[in-house]
């Protein structure tokens, strides 16, 4: 493994969980109790490109691990 494929893996962690807080809230933005509290953070948007940014770098990472 290269300097570069030392990153990828936690990288790719990083924008997961940056993907499962952008679905959190999301979801808690639609059960909100106070329907006028829509709040700013564009969490379906955080949530879509984390979760493409985590896909391509552990896919990366999975190539470079066996060998491509």
Avoid: C, H, Q
């Amino acid at each position: 493994m290269d300097y570069l494929s030392d990153w990828l893996i936690p990288l790719g962690y990083a924008a997961l969980a940056l993907a499962g807080l952008g679905w959190w809230g999301e979801r808690r933005r639609r059960r909100r109790a106070n329907l006028d509290a829509v709040g700013f953070m564009p969490w379906t948007a955080i949530s879509f490109w984390a979760s493409f940014a985590a896909l391509l770098l552990l896919v990366a990472e999975a190539k470079a691990w066996l060998g491509g």
